[in-house]
Structures are given as structure tokens and as C-alpha cells.
């Protein structure tokens, strides 16, 4: 619980006229209590004043006599609770004696829980709702939900926390020395698959680039008795290097890391693997590359492996291939029992193709003969229907301005799709997603959730019932079940911000402006000082991520803090975030604006809308100007330290992949093409890398990376840090030892020393001497 809000210091920024220095007025000073005040409005502090909000929402299939239903966690009065949601009952009860299991669990793991604080980082429930598995420390514990009782689990613990469960759940596969195995959940009897897998060219492995993970990437059969997977060639991939910090020898990481313009990357064999003989079948085609429609990855980061689907019947697999560049797709089936592939469609660009915002938007449907397929081809999102056998267009399904972003549920037989879409409803926020329904034909197009806001769903395993909880960035949600034609069945949850808004909590101001072309609607928030004076002069923070896979402002759901925006606002700053052109969810025109000048990042749309905003709002003070974002943002604001330097006054770039030939090779090669190298020695790179603009600096520059970062390497900063020593730039470093991408214990330090480059630089004013933040353990 939040103490009461303190009256804030006064933030004045003074302006210092050029007497000597000894007649020079000492600047303003920021006290720790403003500090303390404005930590209050971090996430940690203002999750728990928010009642009701819906989180983890996990769908149970049906299960004997139990209707499918759904869990879900939220915060209550009480705690933390999980809640169980059966749509066909219209009832949402809590999950489990909440009292009774924190008794049971603290007694197992001698550690003691409380009711309203059970450790729910982790939490499953059983699909019948029976019983629950939690994780305390690492260790996974199972609870009889009935008896009330809990005991260790080591078989979720060691079978399924890194290995794929069949449909059947009687068999999960797992990698073992890079080779994959069964293990027969019943008897615990283990089956060795393939026996050729060997370091850097094993089976089913989720190790490229950066992302890695234990999990093996498969997709089992409808019949639980084969598994597709492939084999990852990385034999011939170059190296990264990282070395901790430690008293003594440091340990070296070293991984395979291809880069743009390697003449050897990540390629992958693919293969349909007979778990009962067991029996390896390998596809008749050529290696393919380490891509798909989706992500950058095979299985985006952990997810699903999207781009590969069975036939019911367990006989033939749809998948697609995508070229190095992501410029085509090839739609292909595979004979599960002989590996012949057959080439069915091929789609191909001039930039880079994507199949939807989050979810792979094409659906195999063998018994129709048929594939609905996705594509941008007339400047947005739309579904196709497409014969099998010829590979011929036989209608487009969805038409007009707006996009599908996810096909979340298809019905053959009624030949129904429902889908989530954005920007097709006239007046309204183009980033708000919705509900929708349409025939194959084209037929009957159907909004079904109608209200104004965002809404996030998620169907049933039938696709019976659509979870909807919808909301805005300032009015909190609601959540409700609705059926296949859109009715609410029943609304399960409201959002309550009561003790928020007593806390002195502050809606962002969601905010419209032109963009560079001074016609193009661009969208954003602005966050202002809870003690808000329009009498006053504030400076001015853009907290920015360029794109192009995602933008700045991020969900338009309702969050009770959007990192540390609001925060930083209550130090004396307006605070925004903008959306610009070459961000996703708009038109494909929009979203390719700057396809291969990714020094680009948005910033003539940033800059622009800046000074609308200023032009506005008299209390803007455009004079005092500053930038942050970590990542892509870390690369942006660097960017705009170096391209503006008279407007942009102060900056920090944390973790930027500053020049994207020293990152994993597909997302530049997506984003900005293959790496062409000109006569003169030049590159088609050029225009992206920071450190060739670095001597630009005027400012105040605040340069940011984890020593082990294994996302974007710290090398590429210091390139950046190269080049300014160079020209003789005075500027500033911190390296935060042993952290990696997310900078982990290190993140409150961080925060803190973002504040106070501002309030020094930005606001002219002495921050607190080494404040120090308290986030939640």
C-alpha cells in the first residue's frame, strides 16, 4: 500500500544569466522526498491499488463432464487471487481455497504464503481444474486442489518445464546431447529418436541469435505419433564473445551469432520424426533459412512454432518457407510418411513480408482443399482464400482500410473466421483491436465487439466463447465473455481504481498530430506532473522505441504505469510517447516508410510532433528538450543526439543496437536488406551506424549497456563510445556489470541515474545525492 503522496518541491528551472560565476544564483535543488514522491508512480507501487484487472488469462479445454473454461489472476482486496471462469454457468469463483493451499504450500516447502500472496509467477492449472502446480525457488510443487494438500512435482519439474507434451498427454518429447527423445509419462520409460544430432547441428534446438532456450521446437500430430521439427545446421555460423566480471579468471560465453552479410547463417533441415518406430523422415528440398513470416526466430522468442501445420488426419504437414530477406514465402506440403514436398503458392515483395500482428495469419484447411492466406498486397492486412491444389486465388476475403492483425478462430464447416482486427471502425483509435467475424466468401462482415476501446481477446480451444477485457490508456477495463455473434454471455470482471486515483494518480493524455507529411494522423501519450501548473514552463522527455517491429507507445490497454512515464513526470517534466511513421498497425505504406534508411527512427515524425505539441500547449518548453528509450530506442536516441543536436539538449541511450551490422543478421536483413558492399567500399549499412554521426554531439549524452548482454552485444555501444572519443566528445558511460539485455538488480539503479541526468541537465536543477529506489523484491 502506497503511503500518502507528499506535497511535491517546487521544480523550477531558473534561467542563469551570464554574470561571473560568483554572482551566479545556486540552481535548484530536488529533495529526496520529491524523489520518493515520484517513485510512487512506478508499476511496483501502483499494481497492487488496481482491483480487478485481468492477467494470465489461460483457456482449459473441455475435460469429461467439465465445460471448457478458463483461469485467470487479479488482484483483490485480499491478495492476489486466481479466479475460474466457466461461460456456459455464467460463474467466476476463485480457482481454489486460496487460504487453504498457502497453508498446504508453506507446510511443503517450509516457506511461509499467505493467502493473498501465494507465489504466482509460474502458476498452472490442471486442465479439469484439479490441481494446480506452483513454483517456489525453482522447484515446482503440486497441490491437490480438493484435499488441500501439495506435494514436490518432479515430474513437471523435470519433464515438462523443457520438453512438448502430445496432444494425448501420455508422451513429452525433450533434447538430450542435441539429440531428441521421448519419455513415456506413465512408465517414465525414455526412447532415444534421432542419433546423428551432434553440437551446432542438432535437433529441434531454439538457439539462433539471441534467443535461446531448454525447449525443444516441435509440433506434435493431431494423433500424438509423430513430431515435426528440423535440424539447425550452425556448423559454419560465426561466433559472439562475452567475459563476466569476477575476482580471478572471467568465464567466456561463446554462441553462435551470425551477422548481416555473413556468407554462412543458421539454416535448418526439416524432418517428420515417427515417435513409435521411431523413425527420422527428411524432407526432399534443400536446407531451409532460419526464418519466418512472424519474428525474427523460428519459434519468436519462445513461442510457438507458427509457420508449420498438420492435416487432421496426421498424414500431410503446411508449412512455409521464407527467403533470407523475408521477401518471399513459399507455402508448401510435406508427405509425413515419405518427405516429398509439393510447392502449393509463393507471394513476393519489394520490402519485407509479415502474416500479422503477433499470431501467423494463413490456416490449412486439407478437407476444403483449401488455405486462407495473408497478405498485404493492397496496402493492408487482408485475408485470401486460395485452392490447395492449384495454388489459385479463388477470393479475397476481407477488404478495406483497416487490418486483420490475428485469425483467432476458424470454423470449416460453418465457413466462419473470427478475427482481430484494428483501424476498420471510422473516428476511432486505429491502434484499438476488435472483434470480428466473416465468411470465406467475403460475406457478412461483423463487428462484434462494439464498444470504443482496446479490446484483448482470446477464443475458447472450440471457439465457442471469446474472452473480451476492453479498455482505454486512461479508463480502466472490463471484462466479459461474449459468443460467436458477439453477445456478452457474461461479464466476469470490472477494474476498479478507486485507491489509485486517491494515491493522486493522473490518466495519460492520449494526443493526435500530423506527421512529417503534414497529413497522416500520428498517435501518443503525454504524461503531466500529478501537481500539473499551466501557469509554468516544463521540459520536455520523449521516451521513444523507432520501430519497426513495435512503436513507443506500445498496448493501448489500460496500465496503471507505463514504466517509469508518469514518474518521471512528477519531477517537473512532460513526458511522451509517439507512435511515428514506420511503426506496425497501420497501413503497409506507413509501416515500410523507412525500409532501408533505419537511421531514420522516426525522429523528423518525433520532432514534428514535438514542436505541434509545444505549439499547443504554451506550457511545453521546447528549449529544453530530451530523449531515452533502451534498445531500439537506446539506437534512436543516440541518433537524435547526433541528427539534432540543436533541438535534442540531453539524452540516454541504454543498450542500443547502434549499428545493426554488429546484430544478429535477421533482423537487419529483414528491416534493411541483405548487406550490399559498393565498389567505393561503402554500404547499404551506412546510413544506420551511430558512430559515423557521433561527432555531431552537443549535448548531454548518457551511453548505457549490460557487460552481458546477449541480445545486442555491448560492443555495439562501444563503437559508439569509439567514435566520440575520437572527435574529442565529452559525453557519459555506464556499464552495468554482468547484466544482461534487462538490466535485472541493476534496473532501479538505472532508473535513478535516468532522473537525475535530467533533472541536472534538462531542468538545471541538483538532484538528491544518491537517491536510493526501493522496488518490490
Not at 324 to 341: C, V, Y
Not at 455 to 468: L, N, Q, V, Y
Not at 521 to 538: C, I, Q, T, V
Not at 732 to 755: C, E, F, S, V
Request: glycine letters at 8%.
Amino acid at each position: 500500500m502506497l503511503p500518502e503522496l507528499v506535497a511535491p518541491t517546487l521544480l523550477l528551472a531558473f534561467g542563469i544569466a551570464p554574470l561571473a560565476l560568483a554572482q551566479q544564483p545556486a540552481p535548484p535543488a530536488l529533495t529526496s522526498a520529491d524523489y520518493a514522491h515520484a517513485e510512487r508512480f512506478m508499476p511496483y507501487n501502483t499494481a497492487n491499488l488496481v482491483y480487478g484487472a485481468v492477467e494470465h488469462l489461460t483457456w482449459l479445454p473441455a475435460q469429461g463432464s467439465e465445460p471448457e473454461r478458463f483461469w485467470y489472476s487479479t488482484m483483490t482486496p485480499e491478495g492476489a487471487r486466481i479466479m475460474l471462469v466457466d461461460p456456459s454457468a455464467k460463474s467466476a469463483k476463485p480457482a481454489f481455497d486460496h487460504t487453504r493451499i498457502a497453508a498446504a504450500l508453506s507446510k511443503a516447502t517450509g516457506q511461509s504464503f499467505t493467502a493473498g500472496a501465494l507465489p504466482l509467477k509460474g502458476f498452472d492449472l490442471a486442465p479439469g481444474a484439479k490441481t494446480a502446480t506452483f513454483q517456489v525457488d525453482d522447484h515446482s510443487w503440486k497441490c491437490d486442489l480438493a484435499s488441500n494438500t501439495c506435494a514436490s512435482d518432479k515430474q513437471a519439474e523435470t519433464w515438462r518445464k523443457n520438453a512438448s507434451v502430445s496432444p494425448d498427454g501420455k508422451r513429452a518429447v525433450f533434447i538430450r546431447n542435441w539429440n531428441l527423445w521421448v519419455r513415456n509419462l506413465s512408465t517414465g520409460q525414455e526412447t532415444q529418436l534421432t542419433t546423428d544430432g551432434v553440437k551446432d547441428f542438432g535437433y529441434a534446438t531454439d538457439n539462433a541469435g539471441w534467443s535461446s532456450s531448454d525447449n525443444p521446437v516441435v509440433v506434435w500430430s493431431p494423433d500424438s505419433k509423430k513430431v515435426a521439427t528440423y535440424q539447425q545446421d550452425q556448423r559454419g555460423d560465426g561466433e559472439m564473445y562475452l567475459v563476466d566480471t569476477r575476482i580471478g579468471h572471467p568465464h567466456l560465453r561463446a554462441w553462435k551469432y551470425p551477422l548481416p552479410g555473413d556468407a554462412v547463417v543458421t539454416t535448418i533441415q526439416r524432418v517428420v520424426i515417427d515417435v513409435d518406430v521411431p523413425r527420422v523422415v527428411r524432407f526432399r528440398m534443400p536446407p531451409d533459412q532460419h526464418r519466418s513470416t512472424l519474428c525474427d526466430d523460428l519459434a519468436c522468442h519462445g513461442g510457438d512454432w507458427q509457420d508449420v501445420q498438420w492435416s487432421p488426419d496426421s498424414a500431410h504437414l503446411a508449412f512455409i518457407s521464407t527467403s533470407r530477406d523475408h521477401k518471399q514465402e513459399w507455402l508448401r506440403i510435406a508427405d509425413a510418411a515419405t518427405g516429398e514436398i509439393r510447392d502449393v503458392m509463393q507471394e513476393t515483395v519489394k520490402t519485407f513480408y509479415e502474416s500479422g500482428n503477433g499470431k501467423a495469419n494463413w490456416k490449412y484447411l486439407p478437407q476444403s482443399n483449401e488455405v486462407i492466406w495473408f497478405s498485404e498486397r493492397d496496402n493492408w492486412g487482408q485475408l485470401y482464400l486460395y485452392a490447395l491444389t492449384t495454388g489459385r486465388l479463388k477470393n479475397q476475403i476481407t477488404r478495406g482500410e483497416g487490418n486483420v492483425a490475428q485469425m483467432i478462430s476458424v470454423d470449416p464447416q460453418s465457413r466462419t473466421i473470427w478475427f482481430i482486427g484494428n483501424g476498420r471502425e471510422p473516428g476511432r483509435d486505429p491502434y484499438y483491436r476488435a472483434l470480428y467475424s466473416i465468411r470465406f466468401d467475403g460475406s457478412g462482415q461483423k463487428l462484434l465487439s462494439p464498444e470504443d476501446a482496446d479490446h484483448d481477446i482470446s477464443a475458447s480451444p472450440s471457439g465457442r466463447w471469446f474472452a473480451d477485457s476492453y479498455s482505454t490508456p486512461d479508463r480502466p477495463g472490463i471484462s466479459v465473455v461474449r459468443d460467436t455473434e458477439g453477445h456478452v454471455a457474461d461479464t466476469f470482471s470490472k477494474t476498479g481504481i478507486t485507491k489509485l486515483l486517491a494515491a493522486g494518480w493522473v490518466p495519460p493524455v492520449p494526443f493526435t498530430v500530423k506527421a512529417r507529411d503534414g497529413v497522416t494522423d500520428l498517435y501518443g501519450l503525454m504524461f503531466k506532473p500529478s501537481h500539473f501548473d499551466p501557469s509554468r514552463k516544463y521540459p520536455i522527455v520523449n521516451h521513444i522505441y523507432p520501430g519497426p517491429q513495435t512503436g513507443s507507445v506500445g498496448t493501448r490497454s489500460f496500465r496503471a504505469s507505463r514504466g517509469d512515464c508518469q514518474a518521471l513526470a512528477e519531477l517537473g517534466f512532460i513526458v511522451i510517447e509517439l507512435d511515428g511513421m514506420g511503426t506496425p498497425w497501420r497501413s503497409k505504406k506507413f509501416h515500410e516508410t523507412w525500409y532501408g534508411n533505419m537511421g531514420d527512427n522516426t525522429l523528423p515524425d518525433q520532432i514534428t510532433g514535438m514542436k505541434q505539441l509545444a505549439q499547443r500547449y504554451p506550457w511545453i518548453d521546447l528549449s529544453r528538450a530530451g530523449i531515452y528509450g533502451h534498445s531500439g530506442g537506446g539506437n534512436a536516441t543516440a541518433d537524435a543526439m547526433f541528427q539534432y543536436p540543436d533541438f535534442f539538449k540531453a539524452g540516454i541511450a541504454e543498450s542500443g543496437n547502434h549499428d545493426n551490422r554488429e546484430y544478429e543478421d535477421d533482423w537487419g536483413e529483414k528491416w534493411i536488406g541483405l548487406l550490399d558492399t559498393h565498389p567505393d567500399g561503402t554500404t547499404n549499412y551506412d546510413n544506420q551506424a551511430n558512430e559515423n554521426i557521433a561527432k555531431n554531439l552537443k549535448g548531454h549524452l548518457l551511453l548505457a549497456h549490460g557487460t552481458m548482454d546477449n541480445n545486442v552485444p555491448p560492443y555495439s555501444t562501444l563503437l559508439v563510445v569509439d567514435a566520440l572519443i575520437r572527435a574529442n566528445k565529452d559525453f557519459d558511460l555506464l556499464l552495468l556489470p554482468n547484466q544482461k539485455h534487462g538490466y535485472g538488480p541493476d534496473t532501479a539503479y538505472m532508473t535513478r541515474r535516468r532522473w537525475d541526468y535530467f533533472v541536472r541537465y534538462l531542468m538545471g536543477a541538483e538532484p538528491p545525492f544518491e537517491y536510493e529506489m526501493h522496488p518490490e523484491p
